[in-house]
């Protein structure tokens, strides 16, 4: 009774006039705001503490030092520390 609704698919193809295989995307714009979210989120919650801005990505010892420095932190972080 209750549940995912019905939907009748059919084979449709149209292939892409963009491209030279007629490939299309699979949905992975629907990706790329998490990460971005994600970091916006953290920076909100240290922002009282005078932070603007942690570089993705957003790894514990990145937040720390920003939270240790009181300021934003740039860049990417060294090989070693992922």
């Given at each position: 009774?209750?549940?995912?609704?019905?939907?009748?698919?059919?084979?449709?193809?149209?292939?892409?006039?963009?491209?030279?295989?007629?490939?299309?995307?699979?949905?992975?714009?629907?990706c790329v705001g998490g990460?971005?979210?994600?970091?916006?989120?953290?920076?909100?919650?240290?922002a009282h503490l005078g932070?603007?801005?942690?570089?993705?990505?957003?790894?514990?010892?990145?937040?720390?030092e920003a939270i240790r420095?009181?300021?934003?932190?740039?860049?990417?972080?060294?090989?070693?520390?992922?």
């Open positions: 009774m209750y549940g995912a609704p019905h939907y009748d698919l059919f084979d449709v193809v149209t292939p892409s006039p963009h491209h030279p295989l007629g490939c299309k995307g699979i949905g992975e714009c629907g990460p971005a979210a994600f970091v916006n989120a953290v920076t909100d919650a240290v932070v603007r801005n942690i570089d993705m990505p957003c790894l514990p010892g990145r937040v720390w420095t009181k300021g934003d932190v740039p860049g990417t972080p060294p090989l070693a520390g992922l």
